[in-house]
């Protein structure tokens, strides 16, 4: 029998002239290889990619609102009734959530608006005002953050954007947007 010390002595030999064949190999693999390319040739990109540049769809402005159609959204305080055209509620290819919006001051006097607002950044853009049941669109319309809009409209349209995109700030679809505006959480 032999001794411990020579017995390890060879395994330890044998083990690098393995480790020595398995490296030679594996440089030689990695010589005929790109190493931008997985095996097969096919160049497959990582997981984490430039998402493409947002790019706005067509708006098409709705029929002027129908009264039995407007759901109010509950405001705190309530100096003003916000209403919403529940016909109008679309979301777009590009993801922006449109609505006609109502807004009824404490005499009756009424502000009447057709908006796109991106969950995913805030913003908010008028496409066109009512009056005299019609709407007139907005020349040059812009995106502008709701967060930075003054008054009773701005608390409305940060509401909104509770109301109308989940958490994780993506849009609802429009039958859950109506669900919540009709069974307020």
């Not at 990109?45 to 129908?66: M, N, V």
């Not at 005002?129 to 967060?147: E, H, L």
């Amino acid at each position: 029998m032999l001794p411990f010390c020579v017995f390890h002595h060879k395994i330890s030999n044998l083990s690098q002239g393995l480790f020595a064949g398995l490296l030679l190999t594996g440089l030689a693999i990695a010589e005929t290889q790109d190493p931008m390319q997985p095996r097969g040739g096919v160049f497959a990109p990582y997981a984490f990619e430039e998402p493409a540049p947002w790019k706005e769809g067509e708006t098409l402005i709705p029929p002027f609102p129908k009264e039995e159609n407007l759901i109010e959204v509950p405001m705190d305080p309530k100096s003003y009734r916000c209403l919403l055209d529940l016909e109008s509620l679309s979301l777009g290819a590009d993801q922006v959530t449109k609505y006609t919006a109502v807004i009824v001051s404490k005499s009756g006097a009424r502000s009447i608006f057709y908006e796109g607002l991106r969950c995913d950044n805030g913003e908010y853009k008028t496409f066109a005002y009512g009056s005299n049941n019609t709407f007139q669109r907005v020349r040059d319309p812009t995106w502008k953050r709701a967060a930075d809009a003054a008054g009773s409209v701005g608390q409305f349209r940060l509401v909104l954007r509770g109301t109308l995109c989940d958490d994780m700030r993506r849009p609802l679809s429009p039958q859950e947007m109506q669900d919540r505006l009709r069974h307020p959480r």
